[in-house]
């Protein structure tokens, strides 16, 4: 593939460092296609990226209406970047209704590409317009244009054998097209997949190629467009990559992980936005020694993956928010019989049913004590997508070097967001040690190994090991049902002892900037991105701020004190009301300060900014007062 493709001399070419587009219309217009397409291939292309999709809660919501607007967000650019952009620059809205819900995040002078076709009477009452917008002045400050692409794309497709309907539902792909001219990607890519998934439906296949065409032919032959856009490609490290999905890494992850072991991986889960990608990911690996199992609902699904780590294989079970709830108790069990559970839990906004695609972090404090009695276990939390498979990993080492269930709490933002992924040389990643206890003579089921506090992992069968696990309290070493009340209390302890010495074996906290300084920001999850970005934004313009990013939560990584005690003013930012600056105020008695965000999608960048001038300027700083927020870049 060129580096530079070849364009029409007649089109002024400008060249950019980074671009984010926003491709919103109605659920049934294709624009999650029509996004992942167009990622995929500036994947190929080189370049850096990050996305955001952003899907509708309603699963069918009324075509045109407010409600059923789905969206789907793509930054990319020629150097590195964490995050999907706070505004487009470019917004293509196929109606009146993704029109009215994203133009107020298009940026000033940014390019508005509309489907005029379908701006009618009853769209526009659909979305709340008494007139069309397109013919009023509100729209002078960007740089409209109106095409009407369901006609340009029946043209596109005369002769097709399709019904009138199906000709219509191409126009995503005509959509795509042009984006594809205007910022210089070849369609290769996307022609490529479309052969593959209608290959079995040749009229449909060469419709969507068609209509593809026409939309690149479009931008290159009319007089509408006066130019096009080139992003060079990111200078990333040399390496094997591929655009990955937190889902995606989050199965691969696991899978991995299990290899490393030498495990079969056993996966139950009942379906859940918006885990349900890593069920239908692992479910396609069979070959690598992975079972996946749709439960009949989050109960039975836990009951699964911890029978399954009875038996000696990795037991998996994932959800989001409301499923970890209905599996507390199951997960109570596996703490007081001390077995190598992983609950994966993708995060979305609450309570209840919520916000079910839509992100959020309130699930925190649920992970660290949302259970009965005193029953500590190990929580962890990926920072990006293409983290979500290292920390897969780390979630069954933990796991089985410890006999604790793990709970890998990530999030919707970075289930379904993608990013360029380096992939790993598996031979290079440390094997996971894995040893069955064999020896009958010495067997005791809660016999502990001195380092690590964990008891012996026997396989139920195995001659001589024959035992019983329950739920009653054990009698120390011999696993015996015991209700002494200073047996009860030893057991407690040593649980909890075992769960803190896990930090003997995690990373210390790499800190971002200076190791001491005024402003310590602290972000864990998918926070990572708008966090960082936002200190080093502040950091070129002198400012004395450094952050930390928090991806072991229960224990803390053993260093934390320590660099909170170098910083006089502490920040968090997470997308809740405050789990975890109230963890550590408890935990570590310093003042923490807040930002919060609940309204179902991530951090921008230019928010963190102007939040942490308002807490550095309220608590007297005298550098913040002299600097202005106008032109944070």
Known sequence: MAENPVLPVYKEIEEQSEATIRFCGDSGDGMQLTGSQFTQTTAIFGNDLA??????????????????????????????????????????????????????????????????????????????????????????????????????NTKALEGSPLTKKDVERCKNFFALGLMLWMYGRPMDVSLEWINKKFGAKPDLAEANKMALRGGYNFGETTDLVKKHYYIAKAKLPAGIYRNVTGNEATAFGFIAAAQLADKELVYASYPI???????????????????????????????????????????????????????????????????????????????????????EQSDLLQAMYGRHGESPLAVIAPATPGDCFSMAIEAVRIAIQYMTPVIFLSDGYLGNSSEPWKVPDFDKIPKIHVEHYKDAASFLPFLRDPKTLSRPWAIPGTPGLEHRLGGIEKQENTGNVNYEPLNHEKMVLVRQAKIDGIAQSIPLLEVFGKEAGDILVIGWGGTYGAITSAVEMLQKRGIAISCIHLRYLNPFPSNLKKILDNFDTHIVAELN?????????????????????????????????????????????????????????
């Open 273 to 359: 936005t918006p885990a349900s990608d890593v069920l239908h990911e692992l479910s396609r690996h069979r070959h690598l020694n992975v079972k996946t199992c749709q439960a009949e609902d989050e109960i039975a699904a836990a009951g699964m993956a911890l029978g399954a780590a009875f038996t000696g294989a990795v037991g998996l079970t994932g959800t989001s928010g409301p499923g970890l709830a209905l599996k507390s108790e199951t997960v109570s069990l596996a703490i007081m019989m001390e077995l190598p559970l992983v609950i994966i839990n993708v995060q979305r906004g609450g309570p209840s049913t919520g916000l079910p695609t839509k992100t």
């Open 51 to 152: 996305t955001l999709p952003d899907y509708p809660a309603e699963i069918r919501a009324p075509a045109g209406s407010l409600a059923g607007v789905s969206g789907y967000q793509v930054h990319f650019s020629s150097h590195d970047i964490r995050t999907p952009g706070d505004a487009p620059d470019v917004l293509v809205a196929m109606n009146p209704a993704a029109l009215k819900t994203n133009l107020g995040d298009l940026k000033e002078g940014g390019i508005l590409i509309v489907n005029s076709d379908a701006f009618t009477a009853n769209n526009l009452k659909k979305a709340g317009y008494a007139t069309n917008p397109l013919e009023e002045g509100g729209m002078a400050k960007y740089r409209l244009h109106a095409f009407p692409i369901t006609t340009l």
């Open 577 to 633: 009301l405050g789990q975890l600056a109230s963890i550590l105020r408890g935990r570590f008695g310093v003042d923490i300060q807040s930002i919060t965000k609940v309204q179902g999608k991530p951090f921008k960048t230019d928010e963190l900014i102007e939040g942490i001038f308002k807490i550095a300027r309220s608590r007297g700083e005298p550098k913040w007062q002299e600097n202005s927020l106008a032109s944070p870049h």
